[in-house]
């Protein structure tokens, strides 16, 4: 929701720029990444994932990049539109059955018109 | 699909009442969770489920109390409530992907605010 930005790093972009939001794991163990776009006032919205025997990943208009020697991970928006605007955060996990999901603070993303 | 539904969207509460708060999915999914998200904070697991009729604490369950009587009913009550309950409360499902990963689904959230 909208209290969520309040204490946030936020990062502004120009329309039509691309968009690169950075993430530091803890675990060096998780093997699954996902990262997560939550718009003012609503759920988190699962964007794109990466395990952790990739390095890249693309989607339509994202792509995510996973450096395990420095636990970083990066999600960059290519062309970056008004309705990207949201707070984006990643998240770790493990593989098989319930495991528990580490979800970072997040950044907030304004895309200037 | 509904997806992932939660009601209410918004509740204030006087310290000491009680609440609960209901969450359903419309998609089979056997895990169900309940997270709150504070400011400057990820959001954190207050308890889940991995099937009908069972429940297991998370990282922050004093204060709540939760119940899976159907698969598609995952409730979450405050038994007394207190101001630092003041949050916002979401739910999610997940089904597990074939990267053996679950990928959750979230409701819209519920706003609480405890005076």
């Known amino acids: 929701g909208e209290n969520v930005g309040l204490h946030l790093p936020t990062l502004s972009v120009q329309e039509g720029d691309n968009s690169i939001i950075n993430c530091a794991y803890s675990n060096s163990a998780s093997d699954y990444f996902i990262w997560y776009k939550q718009e003012s006032g609503k759920g988190p919205q699962f964007i794109i994932d990466i395990r952790s025997n990739m390095d890249k990943r693309q989607g339509q208009r994202v792509t995510v990049l996973l450096n395990k020697t420095v636990k970083h991970l990066s999600l960059q928006i290519a062309a970056t539109q008004p309705g990207d605007s949201a707070v984006y955060f990643c998240a770790e996990t493990f593989s098989g059955g319930y495991q528990k999901v580490t979800f970072g603070i997040g950044t907030k993303l304004q895309v200037i018109p | 699909n509904a997806g992932v539904t939660q009601t209410p969207k918004f509740r204030v509460l006087k310290t000491g009442q009680s609440m609960t708060l209901l969450c359903a999915q419309d998609?089979?999914?056997?895990?169900m969770y309940w997270y709150r998200q504070d400011p400057g904070m990820g959001l954190r697991l207050i308890h889940y489920s991995v099937g009908e009729g069972t429940t297991a604490k998370g990282e922050v369950p004093d204060g709540y109390n939760v119940s899976r009587l159907k698969k598609q009913n995952f409730l979450l009550g405050l038994e007394s409530a207190a101001p630092s309950q003041t949050s916002v409360y979401f739910c999610a499902s997940s089904f597990q992907t074939s990267w053996g990963h679950n990928e959750q689904f979230f409701g819209p959230g519920t706003r609480l605010t405890v005076l």
């Open positions: 998609m089979n999914h056997e895990y």
